[in-house]
């Protein structure tokens, strides 16, 4: 017979003391780390566990004794619930207070490296409605919050368009408002599942892989053009029809949406990249504009989802490049060449490595569409495997390098013919402070840092962007 576990304890009257990871708060009982989601440093609380391991645990506040003074209202009804924007609980300059905190508590404790003194973090102007991207999925399953549970109401049907729970992979909250993105998301959102909804076409089941309408992409663009792609899966005539009518309503009702887009996909999973887009309405692009450059962006096209504070990041990158018009430029994992363009006009030639084939082939479109497509070149492959001492001698030794990797940082390989290559400068944009700051500590034994610059790219969230920059060490 298995042994029973012992009930987690509760923890009484005990104050948030600092901000941890991944959005949650920090309080210390009897030496052991609490992490505490939805709270705030000078909160009091009663902590319920809900983890316990050896030198940390995990639980949430169950009864606020006392509330911080460093503590904002929520503005969304469905914070707490949805699973993002979790910092909305602390004003916005506390928020990017921690974030710049954070950044150089993982340069400091995992890099140990030696370090200048921060540049205060370049904050966003907007601080709602920054998003230029926002996915809603269509599931049939509803997700119930605990106050509709409890209130012991029926519900005549279970279909929901909005985000998905954290956890429940099968399961979507219903939103009927969300300050990520302008008013527009929520018009046309709200629009169309009211339509289908009337009409009574399928929402998507994730388990039985069925349902004709599965999610919506929107994108929105600092031009005022607006894309949107809707996901269906047809597996009939009479779906076929039926995803006819959804797109004409949206073409009809929504005149601005200037990129009118569909894909079928009867996969188990939301990819589209292997998928045929259909364009019903429009063109099948939209464009980004940043000083004088223009970007063109397709449905498959990465592109920085905060497009203002996008064109902040790249000039603190530009900057730090020191470009006079004489170097030579490797943009490393260059994505759509965005940087890779923004710095060639002051560069005199810029080599771009990127994974994925398709955003090499938006980088050279974006590169003729400048005037740049003779100042640029881009190739699609594994880093690793790319950037070779090989593929150096036979492009050049770079004067600078700037790299803007992944969450997961750069690979060990990569880090090493970067140090073969031994450029005047490096750029390192991150994502991820922490694997930056172990790039970092590879980095040390030829280059020493001598710019840290934040850059808050996400508000509401603990997400941070940070750029270093490192120069050669002299003999």
């Not at 505490?36 to 440093?41: A, G």
């Not at 009211?194 to 998507?204: I, K, W």
């Not at 449905?299 to 020191?322: I, M």
Request: with cysteine.
């Amino acid at each position: 017979m298995a042994r029973k576990k012992k009930p987690l304890p509760l923890l009484e009257n005990i104050l948030i003391t600092d901000i941890a990871a991944e959005g949650k708060a920090l309080a210390k009982v009897d030496g052991l780390a609490v992490f505490v989601p939805y709270v705030v440093p000078g909160d009091v609380v009663d902590i319920q566990l809900r983890r316990k391991k050896h030198s940390y645990a995990e639980g949430e506040a169950v009864k606020f004794h006392q509330l911080s003074d460093h503590r904002a209202q929520p503005f969304c009804k469905h914070y707490g619930v949805c699973g993002g924007c979790k910092w909305q609980v602390l004003p916005y300059a506390e928020q990017i207070r921690y974030k710049q905190k954070q950044v150089m508590d993982h340069l400091q404790r995992i890099g140990k490296v030696d370090l200048p003194e921060c540049r205060p973090i370049l904050g966003s102007r907007q601080d709602r409605e920054y998003r230029n991207k926002l996915e809603f999925g269509f599931s049939n399953k509803k997700w119930l919050t605990l106050e509709q549970v409890k209130s012991g109401e029926k519900f005549d049907q279970m279909n929901a368009l909005g985000f998905h729970i954290p956890g429940a992979f099968d399961k979507i909250l219903d939103i009927d408002e969300c300050f990520l993105m302008q008013d527009i998301n929520n018009r046309i959102r709200n629009g169309l599942r009211a339509f289908v909804l009337e009409r009574g076409f399928d929402f998507y089941d994730l388990r039985g892989n069925r349902g004709l309408l599965r999610n919506i992409m929107l994108r929105t663009a600092s031009t005022g053009e607006v894309m949107l792609l809707v996901q269906f899966c047809i597996t009939s005539d009479s779906e076929r029809e039926q995803a006819l009518e959804v797109m004409d309503f949206l073409h009809r009702e929504f005149p601005e949406i200037t990129a009118l887009l569909y894909v079928n996909n009867t996969k188990c999973n939301d990819t589209i990249g292997d998928l045929d887009v259909i364009t019903y309405a429009g063109t099948d692009f939209i464009y980004e504009q940043m000083e004088g450059l223009r970007f063109k962006v397709g449905p498959k096209s990465f592109y920085q989802t905060n497009s203002e504070q996008a064109y902040e990041l790249y000039k603190v990158t530009r900057d730090f490049a020191g470009l006079t018009g004489n170097e030579l430029v490797y943009d490393l994992y260059t994505g759509t060449g965005t940087i890779a363009n923004f710095v060639a006009q002051k560069a005199r030639f810029v080599v771009g490595i990127e994974y994925v084939p398709e955003a090499i082939a938006d980088a050279k479109v974006n590169a003729a569409l400048n005037g740049l497509d003779k100042k640029t070149l881009f190739y699609a492959g594994d880093m690793k495997d790319i950037l070779t001492d090989a593929f150096i001698d036979e492009h050049g030794r770079p004067d600078v390098i700037i790299t803007d990797p992944p969450r997961a940082g750069m690979h060990a390989d990569v880090v090493g013919v970067i140090l073969n290559a031994a450029p005047k400068r490096i750029v390192y944009v991150s994502c991820n402070p922490a694997t930056q700051a172990r790039d970092l500590q590879l980095l040390d034994t030829k280059y020493r840092v001598v710019a840290v610059q934040p850059v808050d790219m996400f508000p509401q969230t603990h997400h941070v962007e940070n750029v270093v920059l490192l120069e050669l060490k002299t003999p």
